[in-house]
């Protein structure tokens, strides 16, 4: 698993070696324009899971370095 930040450089990378645009492929999936673009820009979070799945697979990337590891709150302590 991965940061926001590793997952973003990591599409970023792919998308510059192939010379592509993230608004380019998110239209020719058939997805809003700008779903890829706002997440490497850090406008959202995430990426719908679909778009991870087709990420990986054009790119050759391992899904496993696309999942985002969340931090988790620390809980409270009950007294």
Known sequence: MSTVQEVRNRIQQAFDR??????????????????????????????????LLMLSDRYSIPLNLLIIKRQRKKQKAVA
Do not use: M
């Open 18 to 51: 192939k010379e592509e645009s993230p608004i380019t492929v998110a239209l020719e999936w058939e997805f809003e324009r700008n779903h890829i673009r706002d997440f490497l820009d850090g406008k959202k979070e995430s990426l719908k899971p679909e778009v």
